[in-house]
């Protein structure tokens, strides 16, 4: 017997398969629910600021979905949405160091079609310790390397082939951005991960130089000093200006479109709001709130270091002051939420403490600044201080070494400085001064030094 099958109910068939297929398909998915997927690294061992990553199966509503999402320990940070699948928790402060944090995704509904996670899901995570990264001159060329805080595994980062000028690591720790000359006489900009061996230019200045490159905290903007080449060789380059380059969409330009504005050393506030820049030819500190597009202008003829606040509302700078007394070096406080500065420390020295090294720790109760314990000593030594009571105590005062460049870890409770010793043969070193000790230790030789977390 033979049998002819039409094309009209091949379709048909077909079309009916294709229906329960899919109808197999949505009931599997009802009874699946939704999905969730979080971007820990498989060891579970996270940095001190890492952000969290929710990527959701099916579309969401934010304030639905945000209130499945449990953390214990609870941490002080904020849950943003970056689309309708994904959601992000950035730490406002580092998460605790020796705490298993839990990580819950509860079981709930997250859209109001009544789609819904069926089954809550959890992950754990600890924090890593921190290294050092920093600069070692090998065969007259700097290059990048790390070390662990008790001088253990130091890697180098970057080729030895690779000349590197200056650095700032990203606050997650997960990559360095450096400076690096070219070939035309002009600077680069270059990144290299937490693990290096992958340098890779990430910024072509040409004939200009960038430099002084650094990372907002949230790490979506790099703010760093350009200066114009001339139009021939035998004219020198132009002032410094500061340029900002955004990460996520490559736009690369100028902070301030008057050009009559100078910049170098750009200093991000910790919120990634406000960026601060020393202008030479002027003598001022110029900063600007990106939020509001706001201007501050505050005088300064140091062109030290600016160091902000945890609430990033207010910011330690130094100037250099004529006094009954003589000339002074002094450190202002400036307060943003009134637009003005006052004399901090230093308006009735005695001698001049010469302060000019500054950092205020991510604890609001403690910073540190360099000066004279003297006025028969030219070295600097380091002085640990509450900036609400203005106590402290020395961590590093060898009268044969002068020390600058502090650097606090995400704790605030660690700090790693440049030392030099002035006489007799030496190597630059770095040093590393721990809350609970007396006195500071010798971490490694090198220049630089920042954490890497």
Not at 306 to 328: C, H, I, N
Request: charged share 20%; aromatic share 12%; proline share 6%.
């Amino acid at each position: 017997m033979k049998f002819r099958l039409s094309l009209d109910t091949a379709a048909v068939s077909l079309l009916l398969a294709l229906a329960a297929l899919v109808g197999f398909v949505i009931f599997i998915g009802e009874q699946a629910g939704v999905r969730v997927r979080v971007d820990l690294p498989e060891d579970g061992v996270v940095g001190p600021y890492q952000t969290i990553t929710f990527t959701f199966s099916e579309a969401f509503d934010s304030e639905m979905a945000s209130s499945l999402i449990f953390l214990d320990p609870v941490q002080e940070g904020y849950l943003e949405w970056t689309d309708t699948y994904t959601l992000r928790f950035t730490p406002v402060q580092a998460y605790q160091k020796g705490v298993t944090y839990r990580l819950l995704v509860d079981a709930g509904e997250t859209a109001s079609g009544g789609r819904e996670v069926k089954q809550a899901q959890t992950w754990s995570f600890t924090v890593r310790e921190p290294r050092v990264a920093y600069l070692l001159m090998q065969e007259n060329r700097n290059s990048i390397w790390s070390v662990n805080v008790d001088g253990s595994d130091p890697r180098r980062l970057t080729d030895e082939t690779i000349p590197i000028i200056s650095f700032d690591a990203a606050q997650s720790g997960d990559f360095i951005i450096f400076t690096s000359p070219n070939e035309n006489g002009g600077v680069d900009l270059w990144r290299v991960s937490r693990e290096g061996g992958d340098s890779s230019m990430l910024l072509n200045c040409g004939f200009d130089r960038c430099t002084t490159p650094a990372v907002s905290p949230d790490e979506t903007r790099i703010a760093y000093s350009r200066e114009a080449a001339g139009p021939t060789p035998d004219i020198p380059f132009g002032s410094p200006r500061t340029w900002v380059l955004d990460l996520e969409n490559g736009q690369d330009g100028p902070v301030y479109a008057d050009q009559q504005i100078l910049g170098y050393n750009p200093t991000w506030s910790p919120d990634s709001n406000k960026l601060a820049s020393f202008d030479g030819l002027s003598d001022t500190i110029h900063l600007i709130d990106f939020q509001t597009g706001e201007h501050f202008l505050f005088a300064s003829n140091t062109g030290g270091p600016v160091t902000w606040s945890p609430d990033s509302m207010k910011f330690l700078y130094t100037v250099y002051a004529q006094t009954e007394s003589g000339g002074r070096s002094q450190v202002k406080l400036a307060d943003l939420s009134i637009n003005e500065s006052v004399t901090y420390i230093g308006q009735k020295d005695t001698y001049d403490y010469s302060y000019y090294s500054i950092a205020w720790s991510p604890l609001a109760e403690r910073a540190v600044l360099s000066l004279r314990v003297n006025d028969r000593q030219l070295t600097q030594a380091l002085w640990v201080f509450n900036p609400a009571m203005l106590d402290g105590i020395l961590v590093a005062s060898d009268p044969e070494y002068t020390y600058n460049s502090p650097q606090w870890d995400p704790w605030g409770d660690r700090l790693i400085f440049q030392q030099f010793k002035l006489r007799g043969q030496y190597q630059p070193e770095i040093g590393l001064w721990q809350g609970t000790a007396t006195e500071a230790v010798l971490l490694t030789q090198g220049i630089m030094p920042q954490w890497l977390p």
